[in-house]
DNA sequence: GTGAAAGCGCTAACAC
DNA sequence: GTGTTAGCGCTTTCAC
């Protein structure tokens, strides 16, 4: 609680010399003695400059908010820890806000980003309540990270490669012999969503299969959508004997629900999805899935939302690959 | 970017009667013209408060920090989503930090916490990277909330009922006619650990059996410590027909390597895991749990740290009870 | 080598 | 009903 005025007069300097030790300013002359016993007391009275008043003067917060739509869901716990990591990395703290609570009007979190409290911006997903903090931003120009899906106009955007996922899973399907092969999706109105249901689509046009409309399903991206939308999936479509499923937690789901009717992985089906968590590989059987750079997704949104100069309106796919890795829910068709 | 005397100066009053409109004051005598065309001004100029100047003069800032070992970890993410959600109900927002990067002295979150940027603090466990803070946290005087372990002498400490945790898993076991009941471990040093190890020795006492010290292992709190514990447990003590464990990542950990050795649930092994997720209920065979209320956990330490007011020095043991929860991982053992 | 002073944007006490 | 003023704690330019 001590200030910058009192440590100066207890050391016999003015605040100025106490304000440039502690920031470190490379231009100032000053004996070692001073400079000793200014420390001395800073250390003594345990200093540490206002961050209002620091912020104030240099209208930088040192902060950096993300919100996202469901704090629990360990796909995005992934995304989050990068994002922490980065920001971390480059001097800025982590606010954490979830996307539910931003809608009122009344949370302190819109009240910061509005009132410059934070120095950037990660959103994840569109939504309306998304769209006020949004414009808040871009009123006050702080730079704006969208996660693979939203307005790229107002905001950077930063995905991965979700096409190629999609086509990825699918050809592995393909390669174990498959052709009746589902898909099951996210969100249909997300951009990431659509895309590894595009990559899909493609793998499979490539193979010279036309997938019928119903061999899409809803399968969301908790445990008990995956459940539900695989259900639905296999009475719409029974003759599927494999499916890609958007996600990895909805993929767990999913391998609970055909467990309970019946079916056993991979010898009467086989099941792959996109995202990779530790939570795949200690499954029995494991999962086979696609890994996505999801860390590194949450590193990159926040090394962006770090730079003042961040550009705007820019659509950013992360060049790491996804990647294949098989373990035991996939294998060929019987019979 | 616009500045209340800007506004005040559109409006033609002064920046006083913009501040008192803006944070309602009722004692704020104003004609219904002039606060309809401040109002007016403010809504064009879309006017937010600065936050800094605002936390420069009130000394709050209306923000709570929250440190954490693991970021991905389920069962902490249940923490952290109650904590968020409190913190917001209670008008702050939340700072996420990890343990890891609060050690280098270097870190913005540290200099916020020296510096009066959060209002109060909530860490997880202990660590030396955690003393700084805390002992900075004490000299602002700023509400200090530990979580689960540690030393309660600078702060209030919120923890769950583990020993209950620990009888009720054990007793649960005991009733399906186990005798031979191991127990892994989350971490020999904590405190929330000590407390469900002690629950299991109690009811195994109680139920007139001494545990050989061989019968408790180290499960950790990941997949893959919880399956390397099992198999280490196992090797020290084949007799063993149940194990309770103490953390549910690790049991799901557990499972995949019991499974591995041909070991099959329940017929011929009983798990049990303190801590529910969703995952427990979609894992096959599901997991028998003892659920913990860690969403409040995380709900009252951010409810303690909002309040300047807190007591310091006390420990809360949240009312709400363990609750077992029977699924398909424990049956009576074999013969 | 070191100090004086202004000003970041806001609020609260007091004045009229 | 509304305006004036001081000051929260810091940084930075310029002066000596």
Redesign the pocket.
Same mark, same amino acid.
């Given at each position: 609680?001590?200030? $910058?005025?009192?440590?100066?007069k207890a050391a016999?300097?003015?605040?100025?010399?106490?304000?440039?030790i502690? $920031?470190r300013?490379e231009t100032?002359?000053?004996?070692e003695?001073?400079?000793a016993r200014v420390l001395k007391v800073i250390e003594e009275r345990d200093?540490?400059? $206002?961050a209002?008043?620091?912020s104030?003067?240099?209208?930088r917060a040192g902060v950096v908010a993300l919100v996202v739509h469901d704090l629990t869901n360990p796909v995005y716990a992934e995304i989050i820890a990068g994002a922490q990591k980065a920001a971390a990395r480059h001097g800025k703290a982590l606010l954490l806000g979830e996307a539910a609570d931003l809608g009122d009007g009344q949370s302190q979190m819109e009240d910061l980003i509005g009132?410059?409290g934070v120095d950037g911006l990660i959103l994840q997903g569109a939504g309306t309540e998304m769209d006020r903090a949004l414009a808040r931003a871009a009123r006050r120009a702080m730079p704006t990270v969208l996660l693979q899906s939203g307005d790229a106009k107002t905001a950077t955007l930063v995905r991965m490669d979700d096409e190629e996922a999609g086509r990825i899973a699918t050809r592995h399907l393909l390669e174990l012999g498959h052709r009746d092969i589902g898909f099951l999706d996210v969100s249909g109105g997300l951009a990431f969503s659509q895309g590894r249901a595009s990559g899909w689509r493609e793998a499979m046009t490539a193979a010279g299969i036309e997938p019928a409309t119903d061999w899409i399903g809803h399968g969301g991206n908790s445990f008990a959508d995956g459940a539900k939308g695989i259900a639905r999936l296999l009475e719409a479509a029974p003759q599927l004997t494999a499916v890609v499923v958007g996600n990895v937690v909805a993929a767990v789901g999913a391998t609970a629900a055909l467990h309970d009717r019946g079916c056993r992985l991979p010898e009467d089906f086989s099941v792959i999805a996109i995202h990779d968590t530790d939570l795949a590989a200690y499954l029995r059987p494991a999962l086979s899935v696609v890994r996505m750079p999801l860390r590194l997704l949450g590193e990159e949104a926040a090394r962006l939302a770090c730079h003042e100069d961040a550009t705007t309106g820019e659509v950013i796919t992360l060049a790491q690959p996804p990647e294949l890795i098989v373990r035991a829910s996939t294998a060929p068709p019987k019979g």
């Open positions: 609680m001590a200030t $910058n005025s009192e440590i100066a016999g300097v003015s605040p100025a010399v106490v304000s440039r502690v $920031n300013d100032l002359r000053v004996s003695e001073t400079r200093y540490a400059p $206002n209002a008043a620091r104030l003067k240099s209208a009132g410059g």
